[in-house]
């Protein structure tokens, strides 16, 4: 009986000892799930700050958005580092760059692109290489000639380009200027003109104050000294100014003066002077298709142009400057 009692206690401590090894079993099992979770929430929360970061890069990398019928192109910092590059080796005009003008000329470019296309308009690789050979001096000669080929090189090395963006620059030269005469060539070779003065002004109060004194006497050269930034004579073809200025040009009584006319620039007071009906002189119609031209740009660009509201031109000229140091 002793026996068997000390069988069954050493069973019951047996069982007890048993019941508490899983008591900690189990702890340990749930501190190490909730290591194991809290590892996970750590690690997510870092790589969410790490993409919060990268996006936050990209999202400050682009600088501008151009819609096209082939997408959209998306320029970033280091395309305008690249286009700097141009206006400092000489390619472009330095003159009167300013801090957007790289960014300016990479828009426009993917713009006259995408308008030439659409027209049908386009620079072949012999028109390309023409013009280069005009701007050698060497236009009658082949593209292959081994002197001409070792003074383009020259060049390419003096200015750190390569081939291909150089000729991508004529391209765009090429294509602006055939866009240009595109429009020129839409305007008619007879029809209304008019002769007048005009003064602009950006605010209507102004506008009305140089309307009194020009009735008054004042003469067109004094007001437009003393009031405005911007005036103008000369003929003008019917349809180029827009239908309220047109409406205002080509009805009131020769040597009146108008009332303030609304325009998208702000008001212009005119004087007219003459009118005719007929032939459309060459240089009017090169007036005429650069005005068109810049109608067309201005409208392309506010439709399809979208610039990052974060953009800082100053300090991505200084990062271009010093990453092209």
Request: aromatic content about 10%; cysteine-free; overall charge positive.
């Amino acid at each position: 009986m002793a026996k068997k009692g000390k069988e069954q206690q050493k069973q019951v401590a047996s069982k007890h000892v048993t019941t508490r090894r899983l008591a900690r079993w189990q702890q340990e099992k749930r501190r190490q799930r909730i290591t194991f979770l809290s590892g996970i929430v750590i690690i997510v929360i870092v790589i969410g700050i790490i993409v919060g970061g990268v996006a936050a890069t990209r999202s400050n990398d682009w600088l501008s958005k151009v819609q096209t019928d082939s997408g959209t192109i998306t320029i970033k910092k280091s395309d305008y580092a690249d286009q700097l590059k141009l206006f400092q080796v000489g390619i472009y005009n330095s003159s009167t760059m300013t801090n957007a003008s790289p960014l300016s000329m990479l828009e426009s470019k993917y713009l006259i692109n995408d308008k030439t296309k659409e027209i049908g308009i386009s620079a072949s690789e012999t028109e390309i290489d023409n013009t280069i050979l005009t701007s050698f001096g060497m236009a009658n000669k082949s593209i292959s000639d081994t002197d001409f080929k070792t003074q383009y090189n020259n060049m390419l090395s003096k200015y750190g380009i390569s081939n291909s963006e150089f000729r991508t620059v004529i391209e765009t030269s090429l294509l602006q200027e055939k866009l240009l005469n595109y429009y020129v060539n839409q305007t008619p070779t007879s029809g209304q003109q008019a002769e007048v003065e005009a003064i602009l002004f950006y605010n209507e109060s102004a506008a009305n104050q140089t309307t009194l004194l020009w009735r008054g006497g004042e003469t067109f050269t004094t007001l437009s000294e003393m009031y405005s930034s911007s005036s103008s004579s000369g003929w003008l073809i019917k349809g180029t100014m827009g239908e309220a200025f047109d409406n205002v040009a080509f009805s009131i009584d020769i040597g009146n003066i108008s009332d303030p006319i609304p325009s998208a620039t702000g008001y212009y007071v005119i004087k007219v002077m003459d009118r005719k009906d007929g032939p459309i002189t060459d240089a009017l119609r090169q007036q005429a298709g650069l005005a068109d031209y810049n109608n067309w740009f201005s409208q392309d660009y506010k439709a399809k142009v979208q610039r990052n509201p974060k953009l800082n031109l100053t300090e991505v000229y200084s990062w271009a400057v010093n990453k092209l140091s």
